[in-house]
Each structure stands twice: as C-alpha cells, then as structure tokens.
C-alpha cells in the first residue's frame, strides 16, 4: 500500500514537472494554494467597479465553461444586469441537484470589497480545479452561485462620485428624507473636486479646536482653559436647498439589508426600511432567485467591516427562532472560520453588534432554513497584528504614516465656501478606513474563502449505504438501508422542520413490490413508524448532521431493486444491487 | 318592528327611482366593471386598472376630485378585501356611484380613492357553480406545506352546489348538538362534563390521504392574510412573505405615491367604529408597536362615535378589531394614516319574547332568520356516503355560505346610504389649514416684521399620532418665497411635524425691501393655504 502511494506521488510530481516545462513559465514557480499560472488573471489587490466585475466575471466563465455559467438573474433600479456565477462540475449532475451555497458581496454599496472577495471565490474555484483533489470533488458535490455585487448602482456611485467612507450606503434610488416633500435636492457637494467628501474646518476665534503642533493633519481639542483657533464645519458640502442644513437630502437613506421579508418591519421601527419587504429590485431578483433553488442549503454576504462572522438573529424578537441543534451547527463552522480568518470574532448580531429586522440573514436562515453567516470584512487588527489601541484615529494616522506613505489623507487646503466664507477641506479619503489597503486585500480575500468553502463543504452530503436483507418466509423479505450524511448540516434544520419550509426527503426503492414499508426509529428494539400511502416512496422528514435515518421496507418480490435518496437542500444518491 | 317596516318602505321607494338599482342580487365581476365605467364617464371620475390578478381580473381604482386633487386631503374607500364579503364590494362601489351623483360638493375640499374589490379571484366564488365563501386568489399554494401545491381543496359531497359542513358520529368527536338549536354543532365542554358526539369538517374528501380534510385549499394568498403587520408566516393563505402578490404590490405602489391620503375606510371583517380600538401603554411603547397611540385612540373614540350617530344597527359580536396581516391595521401601524373599518353589517342580536339572548352567533342567526320566516338559509343535514368514513354515519348541511357575512340584496340600498353619510361627514372633519392674523410692520430702513398664525381648523389633527413617527406622511412645509438675501431672519423653508386639532402656530420673518411676499403652508394629505401681503 505503501508502496504503491509512494510511486503514485512520484509519478504525479514527473507530471506537474513537464507540464511545467511545457507552459515555459519559467519566471514563475508556485507558491502553495494559489493559481500559480490562471487562465484569467486578475490583480487582487485593487477594487473594480461594476463594469470592471462583470469583465472579470465573463472572462471567468469563457475559460471556465465546463465548470462556470454566467447568468443575469435581474435588473438593478438603475437597469444595470444582476450577474451570477454558477459554478459546479456540470459534467456530474444538474446543479440543481446538488446542495448550494450562495455568495453576496457589497448590499451596502460603500462596503465595496464583498464585490472582490466574492469574485476571488469564483476565480480560486475555477481557477484551482484542474489540479487540486479537494477542489474537484467540491464541485462534484456541490454548486456554487456567486454574484459579487448585489447593489451595482451604488457600488459605481461610490468609486465613481464623491463620497465620504460611509457613503452610499443604500442603492441610487432617490427619497425625500427631510419630509419636505421634494427628493435629493440636497446631496453630497465635492468642493475640492477630488472624489472624496472629506471635512470642513474653519478658522475662528471661539473655536475649540487647534491642529496637533507634531502632526498637522490631526485636529486636537484645546484644554479647557485654553484659546483655540479652529471650528469643526462637519461634512464637506453646502446648504443645496436653503432650509439651514448641509447635505440633508442626498441619495438614498434607505437600507438594503432592512428589506428583506422575514419579520420585516416598517421605518418608524426599523430604519431604513422602504415600503414593505423586497421593495428594491436587487433584492427581490435574489429572493426569486432562491425560491427557485430550493437547493441551497448555505449562504455567505460580505460586509465591512469590524473583522466579525456573524450569524442572527438580527432582532431579539427572533431569539426564539434559532433554536440549539443549528446553534451548534453555526458555532461549529464559524469557530473554525475564527481560526482560518486572523482577527475576526464570531457574534451574533443582536446581542452584539445591534437589533435589526429585515435583514438577510434572517431572511435566509427564517423563510429558507439556509445557515448563513455575515462576515464584517476589515478589521484594524490586519494592519499590525494586534489590536488597536486607543481611538481609532490616531491609529488610522500612523498607518497611512507607515504603510500607505500618505496616500490615504487629503491634506487640509483652503476654499471659498459659499455660505461658510473661507474654509479649509481635508481628511481622509473614502476608500480607507473601511476598505482594506491594497497590500492587504488578496490574503483576507483567500482566509474569507477559504471559511466560506468549509461552510460549503459542510452542507448535507447523502449516501445510500448498509443495505441488508432478511428472509421473512412466506416469499417476503425485509430490506432495511441507511441514508448517511456526511457533514455537519441536516438537510432541514430545526426553523425549517418547525414549519415545513422544505419538503422532506424521499427515500425511493425501485424494482420490488412492496407491501410495506417503514422509518426505523430503533432499531435495537424494533420500532417503526409506517407509512401507509406509497410506502415506496419514504418521507423522511430530515437527515441529521454526520449520522443517519435508517429505512425499512417489506418487499414481496424483487432481486435487482435500487435505492435513491432524493433531498432538495440534500441532493441526490443512489444505491443499486 | 315599526323602524324595520319604515325602513322597507324606504328601500322601496328608492328602488323605483334609481334604475342602477335593479339589481336583485350582488353583481357579477362584469356588471361591477359596467358600473365602475360608469362611474368614470363622470368628468371628476378617473377608473384605473392597477394590475390584473393571477385570474386575470383587474384590480380598480377609482380616484375622485376635482380641481388640484394631489393637494387635497383624500380620504381611501377599500372593498372586496375579503372575497366572501361581496357587500363590502357593493359598498364601495355604491360610495363612488352617490359620490358623483349626488355629493359633487364634497370635492372641493376633498379627493377619494376607491379601491372597490381587493380580491375578485374569490370574489368570483360568489357566481360560481360551485359557490363557498373563498378568501384565497388564483395562484397554486401548497398550503399545507408536503410538496404539493393544493391537493386538498373541498368537495360537493350531496351535489347542491355550495359548500357547507359535515359532521361524522364519532364517540371521539369534539361537537355535539346544541341545546338551544340542534340544527347547530357547537364544542363539547369537557369541563361540564360534556362528551362530544361528532367530528366536523367543512365539506370535502381527504383527496391526499394525509388524514387531513380540505386542508391544502384550491386557493391562492388571501389578500387580508398577507400584508406586513403581524403577518402570519407560513400559516395557510398568508404564504411564505408578506406582499408577494400582484394585486398586493400594486396596491401598496400607488398607495406610496398617493401622499394625500390622510384616512382610510376599510369594508372588511374587523370593526374599530362599533367600538374603538383600546389603547394598552406596554404594547404602544415596545419596539414593535401593537398597540394603538394614546392620541389616536381619542380620534378613533371620536369617528367611532359619529358612525354610531349614522349607522343606526347595533353592534352584536363585534370584537373582530383585526387580525394579523389584515389589511385595515396595516393602514395605520404601517401606513400611520387613519384607519377605520367595519363590515357594514352584522346578523342583529336576537331575543325571543322572553328577552332571552343566545349563546352562540349560529344559533342567533337561525333564530332571527326563522324570526324573518328566511327558510332558504339552511340546509338540513343529510346523509351520505363518504369514502373516507367507511361504515360511519356522515351527513351534510349547516347554515349556507355567504348568508352570515352579507345581508340579503335588498337590504343593501339602506346600509349604503348610511355608510355614504359615515364616510361624507368624516370627510368633512379632514385637517383644514388656515392663515390668520396676519401682520406686517414696517421697522424702519426697508425692514418688516411679517407675522402670522397657522391654525388647524379641525378636530383631527394634520398628522395621527402614528403618522407623525412616518416618512411616509409629510411634513407642513411653510414657504416664504421672498428671495433668501430679503430674509433678514426667518426661514426660506420651515418644516413643522404636525399640528393638532385646533392648534395654532406663530410665524414670524423680518424681510428686506418692499414689494408682494406669498406664504404657502400645507401638506398633500393635510391640505395647503397660503397668503399674499405687501411689505
């Protein structure tokens, strides 16, 4: 045995050697657990817009077409197409037959590199197929649909407009948000015209504020008994509608992540929300989406930011929801994912970030039964290795001090403000802070994968196995199986079970006559549960997580049957004498 | 007796006068549409369709004014929100009808929306061969959630052509007969040491063999069963999400855009007008609010009272004040505009002679309607052979669908006048905005002091209590359209969040130059007023 492993190890390396000969690459040699030679390149450590996605995204399923399909499952309100990427070994079965994991980046358009990260997901899956074991039997097993940015619109306005690290964080559709009966007559104002909405000081004899003696870029608070010299203006804009507010009826207002219909609840309760659940286009094309693949069994979003994997619920009220068998099951693979991920923490959302209805995570996990998790992208822990200590500012400071050689302020400059006379704008730029640098984007990238690939791996994987048979006399005998699953996850958790949201699994035996036929309770002690209506076909209503359902059937006739299990979050297996 | 003997002679003499109403039973979808097209040959009368249902039938409405209707305050008129209800339909339908005809005056000051019949699919139900009192639209549920979308729906097991119920002898039944009644099942109370004699289910086969009866209906979402507020999630007829149907989209999108609407009146089962909605501080202040606000309740207690003054039946088992994902508490807790509702009738309580009431809503409605000598409203229960039942006694019958819920057509001319008046008089009360004592003094250098009230001339105040925490009402927005550099101080724009019933507010600018300044104040679904004054 030994042996012979030896020389298949040996013979694989003589492969890898020639064809590494053959691509002529010889400026390269592969670094561990990265395409070292892809069919697609892409740069990972810059951010794309929309466009710039999609591109990727289509060059990926060009080279790709065995394993990768590119489809536009909706329209944005803009009209921009919805693009997902479905990506399994299509050679092995429908993907719909296969238990899914869904992807989502960027609901919020400034939490931009969701849209990244989930792209990397698809370009390493793709990408790492040809010659690595684990990935193949991946995407034998399972699918994969992925669909980088889910609020495209904004996500161009972001890259595109000026705006501020927090800005647009809803989609472009415009609202009247200081109830004064007119839309977005008041937005953001570029005034230096560089793209970023920074801040605005101005110089003033009661103001409280000097800039730090040993670091002009930093405003520091006076001491009490002490003159200052500069106002904080806030936000870098202007007074577009005269009611004495600056910047007060932009874009949107509104919250992607508050619109999703488990729970749902209207503004005045939770902000954000729009009129009634799945009111935006983005997301209602993925909520058809889903409905119509009853097969995803997992599903992953990317945030920023913070470093956390979160799971729900989003609201208190839902404490009850989630109830401990799939709390387990959540804990088992986000603990892991703390490991994989250096940095990130894992919470759950209403006890420690805040209480949120309509959100999608409750929504997948409430109406589908789907485990899913959130993950909080960035986390000021990359940037040093250990955590920030003291405000987050002064560390912001010193990292574009070290790190990024400046890039990442722009330096106070004064200006002629139409209702603040002369002013001076600055502050740092909309794409740090929450976004990560690019030194850092393609190593979180890989770790957030590489988490969401075990969560993949551990959706349910079925097998129809130790079938036996017993000679009951009379001309009858008794077939009993196991359907066995593999993974951590039940092909229904416990909400779905609860309220029926999946259709059980069918356990189906084929060429034999059966008289009865039966789901084993216990074994040891002969119980079973009948099913009196087609008892061919078995309705279990739930395989368990790593264990089994064992079946039973009292057949009259029938030597060459077969055995098929047939599970919608599950997939599909087959026995056959 | 005298009031019903007057009230027959009314109905009488109006039916000779009005040739619409001819009609001697509720109309059919295509007679509704014929009298909706006729409502809207009137010039102040737009009919609209919003969408077509997954039966394909339209979803109307009619939007009635005059004049600037956006800067009216509107009142919304909803029926058919429950298909079985068809009087619900004719009510709104009537409304409009009268509106046009003989109320013209009230659209100066107010536009209406008639939203006439929310669920024609069940609607439909009514006129059908097979006729049973339907909730659900036309699209495939598996309403009781095995895979399989509506395989259990009812069965015409004695072949009459509705839907009543069946009772099985079964020692381990849970109903017996009633005493007062024996026409009538009601449940055993094992307290009283009562034992049940009967199973009951309404009338239907176990086509799935689930062990179930009529369980997974061949019907689609009820539209009262599907909107936000509570919504019942994966319960049968509400669906897996709230609003996921056409007709519900549709609804809500032109609802959002109509930013006039200050109050609703909804026809359906749930009544805040025989009595009002009861105000419960710890359900008012959770998160999710459940109850109705302090303020409000004092308003509901106020129309509550004037639909009282009009419509003159007495309330009898009214305490349906909603139910979750309905749609008239949908108006207020997510909408935050008035709403109020009633179904427009109720079976009368019923006291024999000697002044004695019944114990049960059947048993009343028997006794009235013998009372009435209404000998068509029962069908009396009758054997039959049920293969689901092998060797048990199975008999049919029970009170006939709709005749509970919708009184008898000739009935409808008087509750529509009635319920015209409610809707005409609360109109009348809508917030109406005034501009009063208005100054300007001159301060010398080219400088006035313009001053002036803004007063709510109303009992109801411009926003409800819930509409004041909604961005889906508006602000009253003063405006001061002097040029920004005149205005010495005083705001262009002055947003305000309410103003209550009679309640006044002070202005005040001090403005540069001389010449004509206009101040405009209002909201769409509080009206606007304005005043021109020279400086």
């Not at chain 2, 008035?338 to 019923?350: A, D, H, I, N």
């Not at chain 2, 019944?358 to 000998?375: C, I, P, Q, R, T």
């Not at chain 2, 509970?404 to 006048?417: L, R």
């Not at chain 2, 909604?470 to 005083?490: C, P, Q």
Request: proline fraction near 4%.
């Amino acid at each position: 045995m030994k042996i012979a492993k030896l020389l298949i190890a040996l013979a694989v390396g003589a492969l890898s050697l020639g064809s590494y000969k053959a691509d002529a690459q010889e400026k390269f040699f592969r670094a561990v657990g990265t395409p070292h030679n892809p069919k697609v390149e892409i740069a990972f450590n810059r951010y794309y817009t929309y466009e710039g996605l999609v591109d990727n995204m289509k060059k990926i399923a060009a080279a790709h077409p065995d394993i990768a399909k590119l489809e536009s499952i909706g329209k944005s309100y803009e009209g921009r197409d919805m693009w997902t990427l479905t990506i399994t070994d299509f050679s092995t079965g429908k993907d719909t037959d296969k238990p899914g994991m869904w992807i989502d980046g960027n609901i919020h358009s400034n939490e931009i590199q969701g849209g990244e990260f989930s792209l990397y997901g698809a370009w390493y899956l793709t990408e790492m197929f040809a010659d690595n074991e684990f990935i193949q039997q991946l995407l034998k097993d399972k699918v994969f649909y992925i669909t980088p940015t889910i609020n495209p619109d904004a996500r161009n306005d972001f890259f595109l407009e000026p705006n501020t690290a927090n800005s647009p964080r809803s989609g472009m559709m415009i609202l009247d948000n200081d109830g004064d009966g007119e839309a977005g007559e008041d937005g953001m104002d570029d005034l230096d015209g560089d793209g970023n909405i920074t801040m605005m000081i101005r110089k003033s004899p009661t103001g409280r504020y000097i800039k730090d003696p040993q670091d002009s870029r930093k405003l520091i608070m006076v001491g009490a008994d002490k003159v200052g010299e500069y106002e904080m203006l806030g936000q870098e804009g202007t007074d577009g509608d005269g009611d004495g507010r600056v910047n007060d009826d932009g874009v949107g207002y509104y919250d992607p992540n508050r619109d999703w219909g488990w729970n749902w609840q209207p503004d005045y309760i939770q902000r954000g929300a729009l009129r009634y659940p799945f009111t935006l286009p983005e997301n209602r094309s993925i909520m058809e989406f889903v409905m119509k693949h009853p097969n995803i069994a997992g599903a992953q979003s990317f945030h920023n930011s913070g470093g956390m994997i979160l799971r729900g619920p989003g609201a208190e009220e839902d404490v009850d929801t989630y109830n401990r068998e799939d709390i387990r099951i959540y804990d088992a693979i986000a603990k892991k994912g703390e490991e994989m991920i250096p940095g990130y923490r894992y919470l759950t959302v209403y006890k420690d970030l805040y209480s949120v209805f309509g959100g999608e995570l409750d929504w997948f996990y409430g109406v589908r039964g789907v485990f899913t998790y959130s993950n909080e992208l960035m986390n000021s822990y990359l940037y040093f290795h250990k955590e920030s200590e003291g405000r987050g500012q002064d560390e912001m400071f010193k990292v574009d001090e070290l790190l990024t050689m400046g890039d990442a302020f722009v330096k106070w400059q004064e200006f002629e403000h139409p209702q603040f006379g002369t002013v001076e704008i600055g502050g740092f730029k909309k794409t740090f802070g929450r976004a990560h640098p690019g030194f850092l984007l393609e190593q979180d990238a890989h770790r957030n994968i590489a988490f969401t690939i075990y969560h993949a791996y551990h959706t349910p994987k079925l097998s129809v196995m130790d079938v036996k048979e017993e000679d009951l006399g009379g001309g009858l005998k008794a077939i009993t199986a196991t359907i066995f699953n593999e993974r951590l996850m039940p092909t229904h958790a416990s909400q779905d079970l609860k309220y029926n949201i999946e259709r059980p699994d069918y356990v189906t035996i084929s060429g034999a006559k059966v008289v009865a036929g039966f789901v084993i309770e216990d074994e040891d002690f002969n119980k079973f549960t009948e099913q009196k209506l087609n008892p061919e076909k078995i309705s279990v209503a739930n395989v368990p997580g790593m264990t089994g359902v064992k079946v039973k059937w009292i057949v009259s006739s029938g030597s060459n049957y077969s055995i098929t299990v047939d599970s919608a979050k599950g997939g599909k297996a087959s026995w056959k004498k | 007796m005298k009031k019903t003997l007057l009230s027959w002679l009314l109905i009488g003499g109006m039916g000779l006068s009005g040739a619409a109403f001819a009609q001697s039973d509720y109309p059919t979808l295509s007679q509704l549409n014929q009298r909706l097209e006729r409502v809207a040959s009137n010039a102040s009368a737009e009919l609209t369709s919003l969408t077509k249902t997954e039966g394909g039938k339209d979803i109307w409405v009619l939007k009635v004014g005059t004049g600037q209707l956006d800067q009216k305050p509107a009142m919304a008129v909803v029926g058919g929100v429950e298909g079985y209800e068809v009087l619900s339909v004719e009510l709104a339908v009537q409304f409009a009808e009268k509106l046009v005809a003989d109320h013209a005056d009230a659209l100066e000051a107010t536009t209406f929306y008639i939203f006439p019949n929310m669920s024609p699919d069940a609607y439909e139900q009514y006129h059908a061969s097979l006729k049973y009192e339907r909730r659900g639209n036309a699209v495939a549920v598996d309403h009781d959630r095995d895979g399989t979308s509506g395989e259990n729906g009812y069965t015409d097991l004695n072949g009459d052509g509705m839907i009543t119920m069946m009772r099985v002898e079964d020692p381990l039944g849970e109903y017996m007969i009633s005493k007062e009644d024996e026409r009538v099942l009601i449940k055993a109370d094992k307290s009283k040491g009562e034992a049940g004699k009967y199973s009951l289910y309404k009338e239907s086969k176990d086509d799935d063999k689930d062990g179930e009866f009529a369980e997974d209906l061949k019907e689609g979402i009820a539209f009262n069963k599907s909107l936000t507020y509570k919504f019942p999630v994966f319960e049968p007829l509400a669906g897996d999400m709230p609003v996921t149907q056409k007709e519900s989209r549709a609804l809500l999108d032109y609802l959002f855009e109509q930013w006039n609407i200050f109050a609703f009146v909804t026809f359906s089962p749930a009544n805040n007008l025989s009595s009002p909605l009861k105000y419960n501080a710890g359900n008012a202040k959770k998160r999710i609010v459940t109850s109705i606000l302090e303020k409000d309740q004092a308003l509901n207690t106020m129309v509550s009272d004037l639909y009282k003054e009009i419509v003159e039946q007495k309330a009898y088992q009214q305490d349906n004040q909603g139910t979750d994902g309905d749609f008239f508490q949908w108006a207020y807790f997510h909408f935050g505009r008035l709403s109020f509702g009633t179904p427009g009738y109720w079976v009368p309580e019923y006291k024999d002679s000697t002044g004695k009431a019944k114990s049960n809503a059947e048993v009343n409605y028997l006794a009235w309607a013998d009372s009435l000598g209404m000998n068509d409203v029962f069908v009396p229960w009758k054997e039959v052979q049920h293969p689901d039942f092998p060797g048990k006694k199975v008999e049919v019958g029970g009170i006939k669908p709709f005749v509970m819920t919708n009184p008898s057509f000739d009935k409808v001319a008087e509750i529509a006048d009635q319920h015209t008046e409610f809707i005409l008089k609360l109109a009348e009360m809508q917030p109406k905005l005034e501009i009063h004592n208005v100054k300007a003094e001159s301060l010398g250098n080219g400088l006035t002091r313009v001053t002036m009230d803004l007063f709510n001339n109303s009992a109801i105040p411009t926003h409800s209590e819930m509409g004041e925490n909604s961005r889906w009402l508006r602000k009253i927005r003063i405006d001061m359209d002097a040029d920004a550099e005149k205005i010495v101080s005083g705001n262009k724009i002055e947003l305000m969040d309410s103003l209550e019933a009679y309640e006044k507010a002070s202005l005040s600018w001090i403005i540069r130059g001389n010449g004509n300044v206009t101040v405009k104040a209002g909201a769409s679904h509080a009206g606007f007023t304005s005043t021109t004054l020279k400086l």
